[in-house]
DNA sequence: AATCTAAATGTAATCGATTACATTTAGATT
DNA sequence: AATCTAAATGTAATCGATTACATTTAGATT
């Protein structure tokens, strides 16, 4: 692979004048661009990135960190992130922290060591507590905006874009309420993830207000899957006294929910109604089509990239939280309560 | 960010013995590695990775690049790909080529301009025939592995991770014929697309060896997404004679298919039989459950990265195709035909 | 203690681009 | 034509780690 010296060489200038051809052409005399250009093409060279971002400390990548790959809430706002990082001349590095099972601090390592510029956390891993203990050298973050929402106090304060999820899940739970459903269960994701405390916290504002006992099937084990949206409804369905509405954490887990309420012989929404979270594309084509909270992915994820660039670039940063607006998509797997 | 430097002048060493420490740790005395850690504690230093990377001439960043975000099917190979990639010491970039528009020259570029090491292709866009034209200056690729099926000359004689495409929708087909159908429609991805390609060609092997007209109904237009395999299914149902059974390119048309022929008031399975591609985690809780040819995808994830990895440490390249089975699930989707 | 040897450590070049500063050049002005 | 000025170009230092080669050191052997 042939270096800026031999392009130099051959065009008969300077190694200077070649890096200006591509930084600040408008400096060269045409007539020089002409032979820089020339020898690029005769050698085929192209710049060494790995030289130039060592020379401007900038790796132009950004790490995306999301609970797992494949859910296609987070490929929504990853398309957002996508599209602005391109206009920016950025690279996503993902990294799957495999339901948050991953320290917070080797994803911040990686900016200390200078593999990345910046961090997007779509999954709720903590980061003061992790950062803070780096040797007690470091009471700085990275580069960060938090894009997913969460209640944990450790993120409290830091960039963020995001919905208001106790509103949102308030909002699916006074749905249910107001049509008539009073043994409300809620699907959570552990709690101890931030997401779901949140859409707990929504879930009983809404159910106290209406002066309805919080059921102690509220079950909080498990991750935001399809498969444990099945566990936990079927331990739902084998107790004595069933609800007659669930919120789910999330769509995937809804989706696993109304399969096993239609395996037990049950309907939706007939015997049970369900609302998920997120509306996923597969919730529009599900048997019942899926009642749900929609989060604007898309704008979430462009949002969350300007904010991040604007931290990068040293500009002001705004620690506040951009609140973007949720949607109840009303669909057909939520219907009154029969009593 | 302190610098080797400060760290060597702390613990009264030259910075080559720095080096070692992280590099040939048991070339150093102990009580040198012990000075050494302690200037490192005390410093909070961490390896520049630019200025290692850039005096290593490696990235340690692949390439994953994928049709789209959030398919679930891709979300699993690449599970594979990351366990094999972070035991390797590799960082995943992910390119998505929004369904094959992005040109492969522009990927191979990042390779050229050294922005990663290694390429993989879940997608099915065709690099032979840009990158050769590079000015003319290179006919030789970047490490590369392909890990889609693939019918394109272009892409024959790459190393290769795949199933056997056309045996895979001929097993599919002839399940389909072994049931009674007759009239069995394919709906294909852009038949462009080499899967697609692949997968059309299995299919007619099938029809034309149970010596069965290759319905004029078979449309090839179309990305392989839950939107239009709904699409070419309203068509398909709004033509004078209806075929019994359908196989789809993917899962996600299949399921956008089911969808729409339960809304035109019909049954699956009772007057249409569904196959799906992929096996993706949505398949088994679908309504009815669906039928589908299952990929092993984190197994070819794996085998991926480590011909990826074989191929950039510059061992003896294989160009052969491994071939991984797949395995036709057989669910509730389809039936035998009523005829 | 002197000598030898292998292990440990240091010196300094290097990777390839960028850029501050210095120098040259082209064209304008007298 | 001489002089001036701004634009164009060149020189050489620099980013921070690695590593080939040189030197020093510790401990073994005489």
Same mark, same amino acid.
């Given at each position: 692979? &042939? ?8 065009? /008969? ?7 200006? !051809? ?23 060279? &192209? ?6 971002? !060592? ?7 950004i ?11 987070? %490929? &929504?706002?990853?398309? /957002? ?17 495999? !339901? =948050? ?33 780096? =040797?007690?050298?470091t ?10 929402? =969460? ?13 208001? /999820?106790?509103?949102?899940? !308030? ?16 699907? &959570?994701?552990?709690l101890?993830q931030?997401?779901? /405390?949140?859409?707990?916290a ?7 207000q ?18 444990d ?7 739902l ?16 887990? %809804? *989706?696993?929910?109304m ?36 989060q ?9 990239m ?5 931290i990068?670039?040293?500009? %002001?940063?705004? =620690? ?7 949607? *109840? ?11």
């Amino acid at each position: 692979m &042939s270096s800026i010296k031999e392009v130099a060489k051959r065009a /008969g200038v300077s190694t200077a004048t070649v890096s200006r !051809f591509f930084n600040t052409p408008e400096q060269l005399r045409e007539s020089t661009q002409e032979k820089v250009k020339q020898a690029i093409e005769q050698t085929g060279y &192209s710049v060494n990135a790995l030289a130039r971002n !060592f020379r401007r400390g900038k790796t132009n990548l950004i790490i995306v960190v999301l609970p797992a790959l494949g859910v296609p809430y987070f %490929a &929504s706002v990853m398309r /957002g992130i996508e599209s602005v990082a391109k206009a920016k001349g950025y690279s996503i590095m993902i990294k799957d922290t495999q !339901f =948050n099972t991953v320290p917070f601090n080797q994803v911040s390592d990686m900016f200390f060591s200078r593999q990345a510029d910046g961090i997007i956390l779509l999954g709720s891993i903590s980061p003061y507590q992790d950062v803070v203990s780096r =040797n007690g050298h470091t009471n700085s973050l990275p580069p960060l905006v938090v894009s997913c929402e =969460n209640a944990s106090p450790d993120l409290a304060g830091l960039p963020s874009v995001r919905i208001d /999820g106790i509103k949102a899940a !308030f909002d699916a739970t006074n749905y249910l309420i107001s049509l008539g459903h009073r043994k409300i269960a809620f699907i &959570s994701g552990s709690l101890s993830q931030a997401v779901s /405390g949140e859409r707990e916290a929504g879930y009983s504002k809404a159910m106290k207000q209406a002066k309805l006992a919080i059921h102690e099937d509220l079950i909080t084990d498990g991750h935001l899957t399809i498969e444990d949206g099945r566990r936990i409804t079927r331990r739902l369905l084998n107790q004595p006294s069933r609800p007659t509405a669930l919120l789910c954490a999330n769509d995937e887990m %809804a *989706l696993g929910a109304m399969h096993e309420i239609k395996l037990a012989g049950l309907s939706v929404p007939g015997d049970i109604s369900v609302i998920g979270f997120d509306d996923i594309r597969y919730a529009e084509i599900s048997d019942p089509p899926l009642t749900t909270i929609a989060q604007p992915g898309e704008e979430i994820g462009e949002k969350s990239m300007y904010k991040l660039c604007n931290i990068i670039d040293g500009q %002001a940063i705004d =620690n506040k939280t951009d609140v973007v607006e949720h949607q *109840l998509i009303i669909r057909s797997s939520t219907a009154p309560a029969v009593l």
